[in-house]
């Protein structure tokens, strides 16, 4: 009768044992026992993979993202603008004070733009020896003076008078509107004046200055430009606020203005009413329809 050989854990198994506990002591005596007997693996390796599996086990807290008492949550990013979404953005008359009517087709402005005898959208065509500045007069009463956008986009027109205004909500590649911004900061210096010349009305002299804007968005210019000139043989200033808020890949652009001013509190109601929609949007809500009479 063969005696059996007693059950014995090496220096190095004990040494991992006071290690790791009472829970390994067992799985290392055991591997030993089976290293004794069958000679496939020793008692250290069985260790070594004990050791393993209780580092890569789901429930340990080195291996859980919520359990470091250090970890902060991060916040869930904006949702990506939809059509749908930008749609439901955009203002309405409600959100302006006064007579502003709400108009169809405020895309075709920039072609054709009659306000009394004054055809506007002529009055704006024509050439800048600078290129930033050409760049800001070809853009005015556009759906591009951001660029063109990389996803959604929805516009809406109104009219007051003799003043036109153009409210757009739409995504951008994010650099790309980052640049846009920066250039729009520049024009009250690279562009503070100049000439356009050519069409129908001759030289018209340009001036862009800064527009303060209420802290809305992420980041945010405005610009007030006039343009001076003659129309039909009679002179003629057109001005227009300029107002951009840019919420991340996204941003609301206001043009207003016309031949009897631009009104500047107009300007920012738009601002303020029209920021807080598209920040309901981008965090999955649809924003709350202004009531008739509020302003």
Not at 109 to 136: E, H, N, P, T, Y
Not at 137 to 145: A, C, F, G, N
Not at 248 to 264: E, K, Q, R, S
Request: hydrophobic share 35%; proline share 6%; aromatic share 4%.
């Amino acid at each position: 009768m063969t005696t059996p050989r007693p059950i014995v854990c090496s220096s190095r198994v004990l040494a991992a044992v006071l290690a790791t506990g009472t829970l390994l002591t067992t799985a290392a005596c055991s591997s030993a026992e089976d290293s004794a007997s069958a000679g496939s693996e020793t008692a250290g390796a069985a260790v070594e993979r004990a050791l393993a599996a209780q580092t890569e086990s789901p429930t340990s807290p080195q291996s859980s993202p919520t359990s470091s008492p250090t970890s902060s949550p991060t916040s869930s990013p904006a949702s990506e603008l939809t059509e749908t979404g930008a749609r439901n953005a955009l203002i309405t008359g409600e959100d302006l004070e006064d007579g502003w009517t709400q108009v169809e087709n405020p895309q075709e402005w920039r072609d054709s733009l009659l306000v009394g005898q004054v055809d506007v959208a002529a009055f704006l065509q024509g050439k800048s020896d600078a290129s930033d500045c050409q760049q800001l007069v070809d853009s005015l009463y556009d759906e591009t003076l951001l660029g063109s956008p990389s996803g959604a986009s929805a516009l809406n027109g109104f009219e007051e008078g003799d003043s036109r205004l153009l409210y757009q909500v739409a995504a951008y590649q994010k650099s790309e509107l980052d640049e846009s911004m920066k250039w729009l900061r520049s024009l009250p210096d690279t562009c503070d004046q100049f000439t356009v010349s050519g069409g129908d009305s001759g030289d018209r002299t340009v001036q862009v200055v800064d527009m303060a804007l209420p802290e809305e968005g992420d980041a945010r210019q405005g610009l007030t430009v006039t343009m001076k000139g003659e129309s039909g043989g009679e002179p003629v200033t057109l001005t227009l606020d300029v107002a951009v808020v840019q919420i991340g890949a996204n941003a609301i652009t206001v043009t207003n203005g016309g031949l009897a001013g631009a009104d500047h509190d107009t300007t920012s109601t738009a601002v303020e009413q029209g920021t807080p929609r598209l920040q309901a949007v981008l965090a999955g809500r649809t924003p709350t329809p202004t009531p008739s009479g509020v302003e």
